[in-house]
Structure formats: structure tokens, C-alpha cells
């Protein structure tokens, strides 16, 4: 049954005029070029913000209205590839875009139309990339809490904020491909209680 917005529209996609990009000095020239693409693309209303995503290079949350880019991932790629920013930025608003237009979440023929309209026609869904993790110093980000066993000890996961994993939750939770040993014993404990605070 086709959804309230009907079917997408069989002419050809028509190319919008974007700002130029490429030229860039600092991620502020980024957010410059990504707050003029979302003026001509999208209605008003939308925002875009930095995030510290290390896993991912941006992100589009289409009940906020939120269009996102890792900023160490910005910081990465500025002048090793410039036009890998580019595409994110256009990926990210196409998925706004498909979201106004069609009412159509996802990768699916709405989003690679509002691609094409973009100027990057045959956009995929996730590309490879090297690894953009900030360079750790001194002052690196500590976890601050951790998935383990409750009667070995043994660690599965950190976390830098605290999950949601109730007390009920992790009554029925276990580690894919090791049910048997795991099921019903994890336990978040916070890394706080463990610091040794002696000197």
C-alpha cells in the first residue's frame, strides 16, 4: 500500500546550486559550508552540531532535526580529503532531505534521489575510511564504567557514560556466543569506586 506521499516522482532528479567546497582551513569553514547547504536544501529549522564520534562520521536524527559530524573526523580528513567531507555533509542532508520530501527514512530510492539532487549520485550508504580516534595525550578520556562478570570479574565492555542497563535488563542479558557462562551474571560497576585515590 503506497504511503501518504505517494510515489517518487519519475523525471529526472533536478541538480540544486550548492556552495562551493574543498577550500577549507578549520572545521568552522566546514559548519560554514554545512549551515548554507542546509538553508538551500531543507526547511528552516534544522541545526547542525559537532559531536566526538569515533565509530562514525555523521549523523542525522530526523525527529530533532539534528545533522551531525565527528569533529575529530573533520579534523582528520581537512586536507588529507577534502571531498570525503564534502559527500558526508551532502549524505547526511539528503537523508533530511528524503525525510521532507517523501516521508522515507533510511538508504532507500527517496534518500538516493535527494543525492542525485545533491550532485553525489550513487552515494552509498557507509564508505571506509582510515581511522580518525583523537591522538591520545596525557589527558586522554578515562572510562568511567564497565560491563563484567560478576563472579570472575572479567570485563566485556567500557563505558565513558553510564549505559542503560537496569538491574532487570541484565537479568536476561548475556554475550553473544558465550550464553552458557554469561547469562544473568553481568553487572555494570562504576570504575569511580575503584580508583585508588592513595598518594
Not at 99 to 112: C, F, I, L, P, T
Not at 117 to 127: H, M, W
Amino acid at each position: 500500500m503506497p504511503g501518504m506521499w505517494g510515489r517518487l516522482p519519475q523525471k529526472a532528479p533536478e541538480l540544486l546550486l550548492l556552495p562551493p567546497a574543498g577550500d577549507w582551513k578549520s572545521p568552522e569553514d566546514v559548519e560554514r559550508f554545512a549551515k548554507e547547504c542546509m538553508e538551500l536544501c531543507v526547511s528552516p529549522g534544522w541545526v547542525m552540531r559537532w559531536d566526538r564520534a569515533v565509530k562514525r562520521l555523521g549523523c542525522c536524527r530526523l525527529g530533532e532535526k539534528i545533522i551531525s559530524f565527528s569533529r575529530y573526523f573533520v579534523e582528520a580528513y581537512l586536507t588529507k580529503d577534502p571531498e570525503l567531507i564534502r559527500r558526508t555533509v551532502l549524505h547526511e542532508l539528503a537523508h533530511a532531505r528524503a525525510w521532507e520530501m517523501y516521508h522515507e527514512r533510511g538508504h532507500g530510492a527517496a534518500w538516493q534521489r535527494a543525492c542525485a539532487e545533491l550532485g553525489i549520485p550513487g552515494e552509498r550508504a557507509a564508505c571506509a575510511c582510515d581511522d580518525f580516534s583523537p591522538v591520545k595525550s596525557g589527558h586522554e578520556r578515562k572510562a568511567r564504567y564497565a560491563l563484567c562478570h560478576k563472579e570472575t570479574g572479567e570485563v566485556y565492555r567500557y563505558y565513558f557514560r553510564k549505559p542503560r542497563l537496569n538491574e532487570r535488563r541484565l537479568r536476561y542479558s548475556y554475550m553473544p556466543g558465550r550464553k552458557k557462562e554469561t547469562f544473568g551474571k553481568l553487572q555494570i560497576v562504576d570504575l569511580r569506586d575503584y580508583a585508588d585515590t592513595s598518594e
